[in-house]
């Protein structure tokens, strides 16, 4: 995607994204560090779904929060690295927490277990299958589409980074993107083929 060269996390603050998504009428919505967004969508319909979504996949990384026991509620710092589904351990932090569907307002997050004692730290936020099976279900839901960029695909067995994702759950994923693909609710294209899909070509 040649217009899409820059995507990962900095593409706002790249002078090439901007002018090109505005050479091409689009506008950068928002986005995110870690495995966080670049949102963008076409200028006359900024209230509609995003256009492309460029996701990265893997890592992990430590904010602080707050929360009160019994409650499955945290606030953190911010939300730019949170989506459904990621995992989130902690002191505090019950056992297989992730971030509930639709769980994320603002700062404030909604987990899917209850806090087993008062958060007053910092919690560890990683990406998981489950986080980019949602992205799939959702997309299904709005449309557009999602561009994926990923540097750290290892086996789970081998020592992770802060930008990692296990082989074993990207093979999962590719699983069932494939299973909604030969459902027809999912299309998987090339990059090329993309670029030309976004170029109006037929």
């Keep these: 995607m040649t217009w899409f060269s820059s995507a990962g996390n900095s593409l706002p603050s790249q002078s090439l994204g901007k002018a090109v ?5 689009l506008t950068i919505l928002k986005s995110g560090g870690g495995f966080g967004f670049s949102n963008i969508t076409r200028v006359e319909d900024e209230a509609g779904p995003a256009y492309v979504t460029s996701a990265g996949m893997g890592g992990a ?7 009160v026991s019994g409650e499955s509620v ?6 730019r690295s949170v989506r459904e589904g990621t ?3 902690g002191e505090g932090i019950g ?4 971030v509930a569907p639709n769980g994320v307002r603002g700062n404030t997050v909604t987990l899917t277990a209850p806090n087993t004692g008062d958060v007053a730290g910092p919690v560890t936020l990683t990406d998981s299958y489950e986080a980019h099976k949602a992205l799939a279900d959702g997309l299904i839901q709005t449309g557009g589409a999602i561009v994926y960029f990923m540097h750290d ?3 789970a067995s081998a020592p992770q980074s802060v930008i990692s994702f296990p ?6 994923l590719v699983a069932y993107w494939k299973s909604k ?20 070509e037929k």
């Design 95 to 98: 056992k297989g927490a992730m």
């Design 153 to 155: 695909l290892k086996p």
């Design 21 to 25: 998504a505005r050479d091409l009428g």
């Design 167 to 172: 082989t074993e759950d990207f093979e999962k």
């Design 61 to 67: 990384n430590s904010q602080p929060a707050k929360g």
């Design 74 to 79: 945290i606030v953190i710092t911010n939300n």
């Design 181 to 200: 693909s030969d459902a027809g609710q999912l299309e998987i294209v090339t990059p090329s083929r993309y670029d030309a899909i976004m170029k109006g």
């Design 87 to 89: 995992r989130v351990e």
